[in-house]
């Protein structure tokens, strides 16, 4: 569990949630959990995800992934027990009132299981033609839905106006769509050294990706817009959304 | 998922928290969100413990075991699906209060947590010596932390007094063991036919069990004795007992 979760990668979850906390004057110290938390959902994941029974990538953040090196058995329970790890860090934090950590919880759990059911329907379609309405749905499920819990756990533990929880969760919307639209885009076009783990994984799998279906130079505009959308979304915040603001420029600039 | 979940099997954990809750006058229908999350994450441990790379077993609960129906990815998917599905189960339960919730639901994420690592601890000692001590301390984790959640999430949604709890964790400790070593007893004398699933697979896999040390007499004295331990604590209980030991005393006949 440790080979992976303190392997590095991008901590972008994390660091969407400090940062969304931070806009509103919170207590950094008041986050841990929830950014801990979001992390290790995520980790759990890309453990079961590299599995040779699904994705079959034997590298990830540079180091042989969990399978390779523990093993198949090994891997799997590392997921499931990072899992449930996530929950536990999460309920255990006596710093955010119960009522608020309840729906933190809620929010995490139907994530979590968001995101495997986007997984399941992304594996169900591998060599299958699908359009980008198919598409979009699946990758919402699949990285847009913890995206947008990360984001709303750094505005949760405040309560912040209805009008800017709304602008949050399109925000969230629009930069988890533009992620994975540019990971696709960044599969292609980056190098292995780069990205942590092998590139080109999508083609080899015959996955549907959004520069088979829009092309390489059509998937960049279409992603660049979303996150110029996000941007622009922010400025209606009742706070100074600089800080995200800057988060999600540098997103929008990513070679990994 | 529902192929798994629907399937049958004895449902001796939820039922354990159902027959706790009814000796503390509970209205039972409160008791559905946690009765359901025990089961949930009873069900995920057995889709993954069955996969290939785990115990291999085919059949569960008299019909092929999930990933030899829909195949490995879609199984560790169901499984991780299933596991989330639980905390959403029990944090979406708002008749119970919320430091109560919260409470359930740290207590589940240990027990999920506990669970993955006893079975993580049985795949790395096949075909080694343990002893008893050993055997136990794993069991307690794999099987015996579970069960104890169930008899706790029975009386915790009521505010019991603390020798009951205290009485309460000794007898789910108990009836956890006896569980295990009865479960490792059937392996060997029951059918296939009743257990509804492959007979000897301990042996097959050369596993550590209870009878491999003990002996079959033994063993089955052993968990006898465990039991009736676990009748004669409950008796001191602050309210009637019955329905409890009546179910303790079905689980020690059991055949299956």
Same mark, same amino acid.
């Given at each position: ?41 995520? @980790? ?10 699904? !994705?079959?990538d #034997?590298m990830r953040?540079?180091? $042989?992934?969990?399978? /390779? ?6 891997? @799997?329970?590392?997921? #499931? ?11 255990? #934090?006596?710093?955010? +009132? ?7 919880? &809620? ?9 495997? #059911? ?9 060599? /299958? &033609?699908? !359009? ?8 919402? &499920? ?44 960044? !599969? ?7 990205l942590g783990k092998r ?7 015959? &996955?549907?990706?959004? $520069? ?30 600089? +800080? ?13």
């Amino acid at each position: 569990m440790s080979y992976s979760v303190l392997a590095g990668g991008k901590r972008f979850r994390p660091i969407l949630t400090y940062t969304t906390a931070s806009l509103y004057d919170i207590d950094l110290i008041k986050v841990d959990a929830c950014a801990c938390a979001i992390e290790l959902i995520h @980790i759990y994941s890309l453990i079961h995800d590299d599995l040779p029974a699904m !994705d079959n990538d #034997d590298m990830r953040h540079n180091q $042989p992934s969990s399978h /390779k090196t523990f093993g198949e058995a090994q891997a @799997i329970l590392a997921g #499931d027990g990072i899992q449930a790890l996530a929950f536990e860090v999460l309920s255990r #934090d006596e710093s955010i +009132p119960p009522d608020i950590r309840i729906e933190l919880l &809620k929010l995490l759990a139907i994530s979590a299981y968001e995101m495997a #059911d986007g997984q399941s329907i992304d594996l169900s379609v591998v060599s /299958k &033609k699908v !359009d980008i309405e198919f598409l979009n749905n699946m990758h919402k &499920k699949k990285t847009g839905s913890l995206i947008s819990c990360a984001v709303k756990f750094g505005a949760l533990i405040d309560n912040i106006n209805l009008k800017d929880s709304d602008i949050l969760d399109s925000y969230s919307n629009n930069i988890g769509l533009a992620y994975q639209i540019q990971d696709d885009v960044l !599969d292609i076009s980056s190098t292995e050294k780069v990205l942590g783990k092998r590139q080109n994984s999508d083609l080899v799998r015959d &996955k549907p990706t959004y $520069p088979a279906i829009l092309g390489l130079d059509e998937s960049i505009t279409v992603y660049q817009d979303l996150y110029k959308k996000a941007i622009d979304e922010i400025s209606s915040l009742s706070v100074n959304e600089k +800080p995200l603001r800057k988060l999600t420029e540098k997103l929008m600039e990513r070679d990994f």
